[in-house]
């Protein structure tokens, strides 16, 4: 079974950096595309960050220029760097990881890590 494990999540104030990462275990044969998403108060969970299966970046609009995501394949590890924090990135962080036998046909597996808050205060 795939564990994603996410770390780095915290308080930090308008303006400040953090920098979360995601530690997948458990993998199986397959190709794996992995991402950030995110659940604000009151909203539902949002893309934020992905690596794609053309293995390129997708960033959400609100994060552009200031989020970058990238990943250590040696440790099957990813990371998001996050600058100029605003309030409206407050929530919880997920990291996703989707699981194909071949990219010809859909995704076999998605897995979620349990979530880091992230909160963003003045």
């Known amino acids: 079974q795939v564990q994603l494990v996410e770390s780095g999540g915290g308080l930090v104030q308008f303006g400040g950096s953090l920098r979360l990462s995601c530690a997948a275990s458990?993998?199986?044969?397959?190709?794996?595309?992995m991402g950030w998403y995110r659940r604000a108060p009151g909203k539902q969970r949002e893309l934020v960050a992905t690596f794609t299966t053309s293995d390129t970046t997708n960033y959400a609009d609100s994060v552009k220029g200031r989020f970058t995501i990238s990943r250590n394949n040696a440790k099957n590890t990813v990371f998001l760097d996050m600058h100029n924090l605003n309030f409206e990135d407050t929530g919880v962080y997920y990291c996703?990881?989707?699981?194909?036998?071949?990219?010809?046909?859909?995704?076999?597996?998605?897995?979620w890590g349990q979530g880091t808050q992230v909160t963003v205060s003045s």
């Open positions: 996703n990881s989707v699981r194909f036998l071949s990219l010809t046909y859909g995704p076999t597996d998605v897995y």
């Open positions: 458990g993998m199986i044969d397959g190709i794996y595309v």
